[in-house]
């Protein structure tokens, strides 16, 4: 059943033979083919801009994830995809075609709501059979189809339940069952696992991935959590203050982020003020730094990202710059070492113990410096001067959210 | 103490409802004396039944009560729906607007209306004064106790149930009917039940809107206490209080029972 239903909505790619399209990681890729496009779209709510200017294209079975901090948009984004809201300009394309207009019943596209949105007064096979059941489909069909996906959830033998007695993890299988039931071509899901605890959430995640490599549906995730974004996206779309900052796979925002905030949000790391002098040779701290980044103007100002694991730690003669420990945080991986440059504080990630007070010297290799145009973010982040625990804790978007939910239960 | 508050307490309802026990108690009463007891009697009762003037306006009022409940409560649960997706400063203006008829004195509300009926009437020769104006001040006057049970029900709705059945295919009108009314379906009950009963118990508007020929049974027992009053007044009293505790019990038990669920969902 599930196969036929994979097969079935894949024939597009039997019948045009001149589309190329290959594999990778399990997923089919299509090159120049949109399934969904977003044209230069702007939002407001009561006179603030909400999404400046947005255009976004998702490429059919892809799993792209909009990760960004609270408020920045995710959820607007969304509803505009799913036609809960209309924007104030720019045109949606479905498949090219233009559907900016068209209302929510009428898309091939379905929601998992950050809340479920369960029906109360139906049960669980009540629930996962709606939508089949407003398409006025056979009821042995219906039967069997619900089934399959109570399988696919993990929920067989759950049908007669009252969605109101199952735990939130349970809800939200549920909630996924009867969005794929009617076989969307897109889901659209808004920070899904935000309600659950640490380990259900990693076991959903990776559930998660499972069923969208088995049924080959692009996913539109929304998170705020960067990990989850990374371990699971095929494309990860990056967004801050009703704008994109940078779309590219986990690897690329990783290892080369085009801005300070993405540098920032994305894991950690020490951002500089440099000068680019010439192609593959740029300056900060006074010192003189071969690199792998071209394309500058002579002697531009840039901004200078370095990963706190990719600092070698050496013998204070033998390094390219020298510094003081100032304090050390066992993380169990790694030490987390604070060390003092010329009053410029860096995160350095060891295996190794350094104490406070010790004088240590640094290597950079070319491969570890990542050179970035300035941009409005410039200076604003990668200084950990103030850095404490404590901050990091109360900055940790999952820790205040873990406090939020425990008040709410 | 305890005691003390305890006497208090039933002093209070002595107070409360002692004129209804000697009304009840009245009702039986073989004589036409208001004073003494001459003895059991249900001859009262049997009178009530074939006074063609009270049969009459026993019919006006429960079809003027089933009309406004039903009526009103589709206005007024449409009404509270369109105020709910409002934005703050709107709904509250509007949540403010509803509550002014019901703390509005209702010889005001009576008066008001008699006069715009009279004055449509003068200048369309629509709206002559009779049943169907009783029924349209009637319908108005309902409303606002309707949207008022319906607002709270909307506002424990998860707002996305409405979404996630449009988001499954559903046409937004089905959509109302398969999911966001079996929600709020207790409130638009209760505002039913309370809609009927305070048409039922309505006399100062209806006296005011009914015109001549269509009397609802609280206007003809005021019209029958200014005759020399028979003991049947007691009987129809009786009967009419009996109606409309009978119907509070309801709402409440259908209040408590919204609630007890609620609570074991959590
Ligand atoms: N209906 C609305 N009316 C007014 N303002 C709104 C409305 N919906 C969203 N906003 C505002 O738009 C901004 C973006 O909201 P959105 O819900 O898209 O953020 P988000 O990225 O999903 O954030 P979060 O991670 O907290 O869910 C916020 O500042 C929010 O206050
Ligand atoms: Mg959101």
Redesign the interface.
């Given at each position: 059943m599930l196969l036929r239903f994979h097969a079935a909505g894949r024939d597009d790619i039997h019948h045009t033979p001149q589309e190329t399209f290959y594999r990778k990681g399990g997923c089919i890729y299509m090159d120049s083919k949109n399934i969904i496009r977003l044209e230069n779209i702007s939002v407001s709510f009561d006179d603030q801009s909400v999404l400046q200017n947005l255009d976004l294209q998702i490429s059919d079975g892809e799993f792209v994830t909009l990760l960004g901090p609270s408020g920045c948009g995710k959820t607007t984004t969304l509803r505009i995809i799913g036609g809960f809201l209309k924007p104030d300009s720019g045109s949606v394309f479905f498949d090219d075609q233009l559907v900016t207009d068209l209302p929510p019943h009428k898309r091939p596209v379905n929601t998992i709501f950050q809340r479920y949105a369960l029906f109360p007064h139906l049960n669980v096979f009540d629930n996962v059979a709606f939508g089949m059941q407003v398409r006025k489909m056979k009821k042995e069909e219906i039967r069997e189809r619900v089934e399959e996906m109570l399988r696919l959830v993990n929920l067989t033998g759950f049908e007669k339940r009252s969605v109101n007695t199952l735990s939130g993890g349970q809800q939200q299988r549920v909630a996924i069952a009867r969005a794929l039931a009617i076989h969307p071509r897109v889901l659209l899901l808004d920070e899904p696992l935000a309600a659950l605890d640490l380990k259900l959430r990693k076991d959903m995640q990776a559930e998660l991935k499972n069923i969208q490599k088995r049924l080959g549906i692009t996913f539109i995730y929304v998170t705020h959590d960067q990990e989850e974004a990374l371990s699971m996206s095929d494309t990860v779309v990056v967004m801050d203050s009703g704008k994109i900052q940078q779309i590219g796979t986990p690897q690329d925002i990783y290892n080369e982020p085009t801005n300070a905030f993405v540098a920032d949000f994305i894991g950690e790391s020490n951002i500089l003020d440099g000068v680019m002098l010439s192609d593959y040779l740029v300056e900060f701290f006074g010192r003189k730094f071969s690199c792998l980044d071209s394309g500058f103007e002579p002697n531009e100002p840039v901004d200078v990202v370095i990963r706190p694991e990719d600092i070698d730690i050496v013998e204070p003669i033998k390094g390219d710059l020298v510094g003081t420990v100032t304090s050390v945080t066992f993380k169990g991986v790694h030490y987390e070492t604070i060390v003092d440059f010329k009053g410029f504080k860096w995160m350095i990630q060891t295996t190794d113990f350094y104490d406070v007070d010790r004088t240590i010297g640094i290597k950079l290799n070319p491969e570890d410096i990542h050179i970035m145009k300035k941009s409005e973010y410039s200076g604003m982040f990668g200084d950990y001067s103030s850095y404490s625990e404590e901050f990091d804790e109360m900055a940790d978007p999952e820790a205040a959210l873990t406090g939020e939910e425990a008040e709410e239960r | 103490m305890k005691t003390l508050s305890r006497i208090y307490t039933a002093l209070i309802f002595l107070f409360l409802y002692s004129p209804i026990a000697v009304l009840v108690v009245f009702s039986f009463n073989n004589s036409r004396n208001r004073v003494k007891w001459n003895g059991f009697t249900l001859k009262w009762y049997a009178d009530l039944f074939e006074n063609e003037l009270i049969l009459e306006s026993l019919k006006v009022t429960l079809t003027v009560a089933i009309l406004a409940a039903v009526i009103s409560t589709v206005i007024g649960t449409l009404a509270a729906i369109g105020i709910h997706g409002m934005n703050r400063k709107l709904r509250q203006t509007f949540l403010a607007v509803n509550n002014i008829p019901m703390v509005n004195p209702e010889i005001v509300t009576g008066i008001s209306m008699m006069l715009m009926f009279v004055f449509v009437f003068r200048m369309t020769g629509l709206l002559r004064p009779g049943f169907f104006t009783l029924l349209l001040a009637h319908i108005t006057f309902c409303i606002p106790y309707v949207v008022l049970q319906v607002m709270p029900k909307l506002r424990q709705m998860?707002r996305?149930?409405y979404?996630?059945?449009?988001?499954?295919?559903?046409?937004?009108v089905?959509?109302f009917f398969?999911?966001v009314l079996?929600?709020i379906f207790p409130g638009v009950l209760t505002g039913a039940l309370m809609a009927f009963t305070m048409s039922l118990d309505d006399f100062v508007i209806s006296y005011f809107n009914a015109g001549s020929t269509a009397q609802t049974l609280p206007v003809t027992v005021y019209s029958m206490t200014k005759k020399p009053m028979t003991p049947e007044i007691n009987a129809l009293s009786t009967l009419m209080f009996l109606a409309v505790l009978l119907l509070l019990i309801l709402v409440n038990v259908a209040q408590i029972r919204d609630a007890s669920k609620k609570g074991r969902?959590i």
């Amino acid at each position: 059943m599930l196969l036929r239903f994979h097969a079935a909505g894949r024939d597009d790619i039997h019948h045009t033979p001149q589309e190329t399209f290959y594999r990778k990681g399990g997923c089919i890729y299509m090159d120049s083919k949109n399934i969904i496009r977003l044209e230069n779209i702007s939002v407001s709510f009561d006179d603030q801009s909400v999404l400046q200017n947005l255009d976004l294209q998702i490429s059919d079975g892809e799993f792209v994830t909009l990760l960004g901090p609270s408020g920045c948009g995710k959820t607007t984004t969304l509803r505009i995809i799913g036609g809960f809201l209309k924007p104030d300009s720019g045109s949606v394309f479905f498949d090219d075609q233009l559907v900016t207009d068209l209302p929510p019943h009428k898309r091939p596209v379905n929601t998992i709501f950050q809340r479920y949105a369960l029906f109360p007064h139906l049960n669980v096979f009540d629930n996962v059979a709606f939508g089949m059941q407003v398409r006025k489909m056979k009821k042995e069909e219906i039967r069997e189809r619900v089934e399959e996906m109570l399988r696919l959830v993990n929920l067989t033998g759950f049908e007669k339940r009252s969605v109101n007695t199952l735990s939130g993890g349970q809800q939200q299988r549920v909630a996924i069952a009867r969005a794929l039931a009617i076989h969307p071509r897109v889901l659209l899901l808004d920070e899904p696992l935000a309600a659950l605890d640490l380990k259900l959430r990693k076991d959903m995640q990776a559930e998660l991935k499972n069923i969208q490599k088995r049924l080959g549906i692009t996913f539109i995730y929304v998170t705020h959590d960067q990990e989850e974004a990374l371990s699971m996206s095929d494309t990860v779309v990056v967004m801050d203050s009703g704008k994109i900052q940078q779309i590219g796979t986990p690897q690329d925002i990783y290892n080369e982020p085009t801005n300070a905030f993405v540098a920032d949000f994305i894991g950690e790391s020490n951002i500089l003020d440099g000068v680019m002098l010439s192609d593959y040779l740029v300056e900060f701290f006074g010192r003189k730094f071969s690199c792998l980044d071209s394309g500058f103007e002579p002697n531009e100002p840039v901004d200078v990202v370095i990963r706190p694991e990719d600092i070698d730690i050496v013998e204070p003669i033998k390094g390219d710059l020298v510094g003081t420990v100032t304090s050390v945080t066992f993380k169990g991986v790694h030490y987390e070492t604070i060390v003092d440059f010329k009053g410029f504080k860096w995160m350095i990630q060891t295996t190794d113990f350094y104490d406070v007070d010790r004088t240590i010297g640094i290597k950079l290799n070319p491969e570890d410096i990542h050179i970035m145009k300035k941009s409005e973010y410039s200076g604003m982040f990668g200084d950990y001067s103030s850095y404490s625990e404590e901050f990091d804790e109360m900055a940790d978007p999952e820790a205040a959210l873990t406090g939020e939910e425990a008040e709410e239960r | 103490m305890k005691t003390l508050s305890r006497i208090y307490t039933a002093l209070i309802f002595l107070f409360l409802y002692s004129p209804i026990a000697v009304l009840v108690v009245f009702s039986f009463n073989n004589s036409r004396n208001r004073v003494k007891w001459n003895g059991f009697t249900l001859k009262w009762y049997a009178d009530l039944f074939e006074n063609e003037l009270i049969l009459e306006s026993l019919k006006v009022t429960l079809t003027v009560a089933i009309l406004a409940a039903v009526i009103s409560t589709v206005i007024g649960t449409l009404a509270a729906i369109g105020i709910h997706g409002m934005n703050r400063k709107l709904r509250q203006t509007f949540l403010a607007v509803n509550n002014i008829p019901m703390v509005n004195p209702e010889i005001v509300t009576g008066i008001s209306m008699m006069l715009m009926f009279v004055f449509v009437f003068r200048m369309t020769g629509l709206l002559r004064p009779g049943f169907f104006t009783l029924l349209l001040a009637h319908i108005t006057f309902c409303i606002p106790y309707v949207v008022l049970q319906v607002m709270p029900k909307l506002r424990q709705m998860n707002r996305h149930l409405y979404e996630a059945a449009v988001d499954l295919g559903c046409p937004p009108v089905s959509a109302f009917f398969k999911v966001v009314l079996p929600e709020i379906f207790p409130g638009v009950l209760t505002g039913a039940l309370m809609a009927f009963t305070m048409s039922l118990d309505d006399f100062v508007i209806s006296y005011f809107n009914a015109g001549s020929t269509a009397q609802t049974l609280p206007v003809t027992v005021y019209s029958m206490t200014k005759k020399p009053m028979t003991p049947e007044i007691n009987a129809l009293s009786t009967l009419m209080f009996l109606a409309v505790l009978l119907l509070l019990i309801l709402v409440n038990v259908a209040q408590i029972r919204d609630a007890s669920k609620k609570g074991r969902k959590i």
